[in-house]
């Protein structure tokens, strides 16, 4: 890899620390090229991307982002998931964690917050973005269900009770 190689690749992976989510750091070493895209099918199904990149240039790139303290964590075969729902990524590693245990989550960032192991843990059980969203449509929802059926309901109050008068009529 020639030097102009080296800076793009320094660029890409300081765009990806700028622009996630969330970042999650994790040794791979002895995985599959089967497992390998797998983790990369699942983190594409979530939303996110996988990236391989030397941990030499990923410290350059981190330089002077607030993460960078997450350097720390570049140390082996490192493999780096990202995304920019601050969720997505987290879980995905934390679900093929379970599945393989030859991929191990060493830590990560989320925005200038530089998470540990239990941190990419705490950030995988949280509700993601899409979840968030839903929960908040059906709290904005239901107030207008409700004066929908309290607008509907003198209405069908007033009709039930002259079909009672009807029936005592009839029966009179």
């Known amino acids: 890899m020639d030097r102009a190689q080296k800076e793009k690749v320094v660029e890409e992976l300081g765009q990806i620390f700028e622009s996630s989510g969330v970042v999650v750091v994790a040794h791979y070493a002895g995985l599959t090229v089967a497992e390998m895209q797998d983790l990369r099918a699942r983190m594409r199904d979530a939303g996110g991307s996988v990236r391989v990149a030397k941990n030499r240039l990923a410290k350059i790139a981190l330089k002077g982002h607030p993460a960078e303290a997450m350097g720390d964590l570049l140390t082996g075969m490192t493999v780096l998931s990202y995304s920019e729902d601050p969720v997505a990524a987290a879980k995905a590693s934390e679900d093929f964690a379970k599945g393989n245990e030859k991929f191990q989550i060493l830590g990560g960032a989320m925005g200038d917050t530089v998470l540990d192991r239990n941190g990419v843990k705490t950030v995988s059980q949280m509700p993601s973005r899409e979840e968030l969203i839903a929960s908040i449509v059906g709290c904005i929802g ?21 079909s009672t008068i009807e029936e005592r009529g009839e029966a009179a």
């Open 142 to 162: 239901a107030p207008a269900s409700n004066i929908a059926g309290a607008i509907g309901a003198p209405a069908s109050n007033i009709a039930s009770i002259l």
